[in-house]
């Protein structure tokens, strides 16, 4: 009771096996504190409802063991029909990946090479390889003439609008 | 134990005889989460064929009941926290009946209470309305701790949680259930 409050003593514990001297020092300070009041109202009231629910229990019911039993089978033999269908499944899996690991392998070793890299390289077009920078160094005019910044500007836009068509 | 290890070896009638002994045990463990009979059933049963598929867990070193036990109230916890929480209770969700038996609680005559049947049932339904609002293991370690006033070792055993563990829990969920009924009572 560091506050000099008495939650923390209803927080201690259960409120049931609260001693007596600890329940008439909560009552006595809650007599004139309005939140320990409340608090230890609701302690009291929250043990009591705990205390009643605790008393409701069920009983089994007749042929609870014959129903038990009879979920136990029916579960038991579906697990007997889903594990050959799983041995199945992994099976057909299996199959169909060595068969395309196999197909795979023949493509690689048997069927001719694709093209020589030289080859892709030509089929490159000459389009293709055209940069901004070689559009606007291919512009009209020496090297040695100095273009300004809108005239770069414009040839990187129409070289890539070009390309774009 | 030789009934577990009779029905481990695939003996129905040892299982369903572990069924009879056992199953008012069963009972009461799932009565404590659950407030419908049916929902307490369906829970039994799951616990039963939950016990039957760990059969070969049991070791015989504690009781077969202690063991069965403590599946028995893992499982509610599961069924439990698969549920969706209740909101918060207000008083206006309480029926004419809970705020009476509530109203009474305060009144002068408290003392003179008498513990009618109806107004046990009130009270019980009450307390699983508010604790249908609480996470799973808080209405666990009120009901056991606060309600059966059962040891924190005696619940360690059952549940599985360290002994810190159920003293932490059971002390946050009675602050949080004092803090529902207190609103309730100030409504």
Same mark, same amino acid.
């Given at each position: 009771m560091r506050d000099g409050h008495v939650i923390e003593i209803l927080e201690s514990g259960p409120f049931g096996a609260l001693d007596e001297a600890k329940l008439a020092e909560v009552r006595a300070h809650a007599e004139s504190c309005a939140g320990c009041r409340r608090a230890y109202e609701a302690a009291r009231v929250s043990s009591l409802l705990l205390r009643e629910r605790a008393e409701r229990e069920f009983e089994p019911p007749p042929f609870f063991q014959t129903r038990v039993l009879a979920a136990l089978r029916e579960r038991q033999a579906e697990q007997d029909w889903a594990l050959p269908r799983?041995?199945? *499944? *992994?099976?057909a899996l299996f199959a169909s990946m060595v068969a395309t690991v196999a197909t795979l392998g023949a493509l690689t070793f048997l069927a001719p090479g694709p093209t020589q890299p030289e080859a892709v390289a030509e089929e490159v077009t000459a389009e293709e390889t055209y940069s901004a920078e070689e559009s606007i160094l291919a512009q009209g005019g020496g090297a040695d003439e100095e273009m300004t910044y809108d005239q770069v500007l414009a040839a990187v836009y129409e070289s890539s609008d070009g390309g774009a068509r | 134990m030789e009934l577990a290890r009779l029905a481990r070896g695939g003996d129905e009638s040892a299982f369903g005889e572990i069924m =009879? $002994?056992?199953?008012?045990?069963?009972? =009461?463990?799932?009565?404590?989460?659950? =407030? $419908?009979r049916e929902q307490a059933e369906e829970a039994a049963q799951e616990i039963?064929?939950?016990?039957?598929?760990?059969l070969g867990s049991y070791e015989g070193r504690g009781s077969f009941e202690g063991w069965l036990t403590r599946i028995a109230t893992n499982t509610c916890l599961n069924i439990l926290r698969?549920?969706?929480r209740r909101p918060e209770l207000t008083a206006a969700d309480l029926t004419e009946n809970e705020?009476?038996?509530? /109203?009474?609680?305060?009144? /002068?005559?408290? +003392?003179?209470? +008498? =513990?009618? &049947?109806?107004? &046990?049932?009130?009270?019980a339904d009450l307390a699983d309305r508010v604790l249908g609002t609480m996470s799973p293991d808080d209405r666990l370690a009120l009901t056991l701790v606060d309600g059966e006033e059962l040891s924190v070792k005696e619940v360690a055993e059952m549940t599985g949680w360290s002994e810190s563990k159920v003293k932490v829990q059971a002390f946050r969920a009675r602050r949080r259930m004092r803090a529902a009924v207190e609103k309730l009572l100030g409504r």
């Open positions: 799983l041995w199945k *499944a *992994a099976g | =009879r $002994r056992y199953s008012p045990r069963v009972f =009461r463990v799932a009565s404590r989460f659950f =407030r $419908r039963f064929l939950k016990a039957f598929t760990e698969a549920q969706k705020g009476a038996w509530l /109203d009474n609680q305060l009144s /002068d005559a408290a +003392h003179e209470r +008498h =513990r009618a &049947a109806e107004n &046990a049932v009130v009270a």
